[in-house]
């Protein structure tokens, strides 16, 4: 099975810098998402990580530790419309192809 | 532009009453999902066609089917509706091989069960 652990809810300043951490337990391990998500809406994709490492886009950065199942999600010169849920999705290989399994998501509400 | 495409995006059923809601894409994806998610919960996936091939999770009650007619399209049938079942239902697509398999996610249909 697998275990994905990230903080129930976090509060930022407007312009700040954040950083939300997701820690897992899985095998068959085959990469590392993170999705945001609006009340009410669809997970969009926000990153992808299969190696170690940090992988940049714009004001989204998310960095991988394979051997300390650990990743964060970095988000820089927070604005208002960043407040959402981020999720944290790992890819598990299985014998009928890859599964994702989400983690509960970090509540981020951006303050002035 | 492409897209992930859910009809309707809010439902209403009673208690019992079969009911059909529909997903569609235009990006060509050989794998097509469907999750569920209830409030302030994590997307539960239910089953995902790996092309023609139907893979149930194991822990998916068997009120819940689903049908993929051809590529565009999937159904998810929830053949008598509990108070338990309301929930957003989120389908997804991916693409194998080649890129990163990312899922994309259509805008949900919200199901309330009265």
């Known amino acids: 099975g697998q275990n994905i652990d990230q903080p129930t809810e976090m509060t930022a300043t407007e312009g700040a810098i954040v950083q939300i951490n997701c820690t897992y337990q899985?095998?068959?391990?085959?990469?590392l998402f993170w999705y945001q998500q609006h009340a009410g809406e669809a997970p969009t994709f926000l990153s992808y990580?299969?190696?170690?490492g940090l992988e940049e886009k714009g004001r989204f950065s998310s960095f991988l530790s394979r051997s300390k199942g650990y990743s964060y999600l970095l988000l820089k010169e927070l604005q208002m419309k960043d407040s959402a849920s981020y999720l944290c999705?790992?890819?598990?290989?299985?014998?009928?192809?890859?599964?994702?399994?989400f983690g509960t998501g970090t509540q981020l509400k951006v303050e002035l | 532009d492409a897209m992930v495409i859910q009809n309707p995006r809010y439902q209403v059923t009673q208690f019992g009453k079969p009911v059909t809601l529909s997903c569609s894409q235009t990006?060509?994806?050989?794998?097509m999902y469907w999750y569920q998610q209830k409030s302030s919960q994590a997307p539960k996936l239910l089953f995902h066609?790996?092309?023609?091939?139907?893979?149930n999770e194991a822990d998916t009650p068997d009120n819940f089917q689903s049908r993929r007619p051809n590529t565009s399209f999937c159904f998810l049938d929830i053949r008598s509706p509990g108070l338990g079942d309301a929930a957003m239902y989120l389908c997804?697509?991916?693409?194998?091989?080649?890129?990163?398999?990312?899922?994309?996610f259509g805008p949900g249909t919200r199901l309330l069960v009265l």
């Open positions: 990580n299969v190696l170690d």
């Open positions: 997804a697509t991916s693409k194998t091989s080649g890129d990163t398999e990312t899922q994309y």
């Open positions: 899985t095998s068959g391990f085959n990469g």
């Open positions: 990006l060509n994806h050989n794998v």
């Open positions: 066609y790996y092309d023609k091939d139907f893979n």
């Open positions: 999705a790992v890819r598990q290989y299985t014998g009928g192809g890859n599964k994702l399994t």
